[in-house]
């Protein structure tokens, strides 16, 4: 439960840099072609606050909160009892919620359909690249376990 802790804030807060980095590129990069006062934030998602910097600090957080949810729910495939087919289940239905809901909230995707389609198009196939990725590795358990009962 500790190291859970411990892998769920590291990857809050890796997630949380990473977006900050990302925005601020791209409002270096647009605002230096001579759009000025660009922010790379959805207009009608800095409407629901009082000022841009508060927009900001909530995006922080928020992207903080995705990498946090993807961390703490890799918990759900160190739990035996439950077979892959419903951990995957469960890992998809938790951090879609998560990344999901922040998603259209922080881009107001559910105003632009289009863009609510590509991002869960997005999230199908990271979702898709993380379970290759678990099923590979139990695989290998699999294998290391039915030799090492053989030999």
Known sequence: MKEMIKV????????ALAGTFINMLIDI??????MTGFISMSPDFLALFPTP???????VVLYGLIGLTFASMRI???QERIGFV???LIYFVVTGAVAVSITVLLWQ????????ICALTGYG???FIIISIEYR????????INEQCAG
């Not at 910097?53 to 995006?59: G, T």
């Open 8 to 15: 769920g804030l590291r990857s809050f807060a890796i997630s």
């Open 29 to 34: 990069i647009v605002n230096g072609t001579g």
């Open 53 to 59: 910097v508060i927009a900001a600090y909530v995006n």
């Open 76 to 78: 759900i495939y160190e």
């Open 86 to 88: 419903l951990q995957s």
């Open 109 to 116: 995707l559910h105003k632009y359909p289009v863009g609510l």
């Open 125 to 127: 196939v990271a979702h």
């Open 137 to 144: 590795r139990l695989k290998k358990d699999i294998l290391l």
